[in-house]
């Protein structure tokens, strides 16, 4: 069976600081590959999307960038975070049609 | 206008009772539909997936889609303290596609 995996869990970071969130992906090949912000009150928001190694696309212009280095493997950066940047971080996978199963979630707060 | 529309409550219910949680979005080339539930803190589990109109039956939980007036629906039956969470809408124009989510209704169900 397919497991998606975040890391870490929670983070809480100074204004300015770089940032580096992990999804990894296991049982499955080439998957759609998905990074989503849940910020309170307003739902969830498409950041990034991946077909495959090396083709991202970005859904929200803004400081934060994505990059697919191996098949099963999504890291969701910045080089400056800012207070706005705070939210829960979701990672999702799907086969190339079908449903979205997303991972347990990155808690960021900037301070 | 947003997309997705929902309801974002609290929707407080006895243990037992029927649940009818709706969303209401506003492009009709929307194809396929979804519900999540999210516990506190956690990721979205993935409930039902549906395409086009009609309805779909797991266990207590059935999903309705009409698509002539732009419309879904999530019906839990013998609601359980445990579906206490909030529950999401969702919706692609194609099947594997980025998704448009509602804010998310929050639920409990009392003992």
């Known amino acids: 069976s397919q497991t998606i995996h975040q890391w870490p869990a929670t983070l809480v970071q100074p204004v300015g600081s770089p940032l580096s969130l992990e999804c990894t992906v296991e049982?499955?090949?080439?998957?759609?590959l998905y990074w989503y912000r849940q910020a309170a009150g307003r739902g969830l928001q498409l950041l990034f999307y991946?077909?495959?190694?090396?083709?991202i696309s970005s859904e929200v212009p803004q400081n934060l960038s994505a990059s697919r280095p191996q098949d099963r493997q999504f890291i969701l950066s910045s080089k400056k975070l800012l207070l706005s940047d705070s939210g829960f971080y979701l990672c999702a996978w799907s086969e190339v049609r079908g449903e979205q199963f997303f991972g347990p979630g990155t808690r960021l707060t900037v301070l | 206008q947003k997309e997705v529309e929902q309801d974002p409550g609290p929707l407080s219910v006895p243990e037992g009772a029927i649940v009818s949680l709706n969303c209401t979005y506003s492009?009709?080339?929307?194809?396929?539909f979804m519900w999540y539930r999210q516990y506190s803190r956690k990721g979205p589990e993935l409930l039902m997936y549906?395409?086009?109109?009609g309805n779909k039956e797991d266990g207590r939980f059935t999903a309705q889609v009409d698509k002539s007036s732009k419309y879904i629906s999530l019906f839990i039956r013998d609601s359980q303290p445990s579906d206490s969470a909030t529950y999401l809408c969702?919706?692609?124009?194609?099947?594997?596609?980025?998704?448009?989510f509602g804010k998310g209704t929050s639920l409990l169900v009392t003992p």
């Open positions: 969702a919706m692609s124009v194609n099947s594997g596609y980025a998704l448009n």
């Open positions: 991946s077909v495959g190694i090396g083709q």
């Open positions: 492009n009709s080339a929307f194809q396929y």
């Open positions: 049982g499955t090949s080439n998957p759609n």
């Open positions: 549906t395409y086009s109109s």
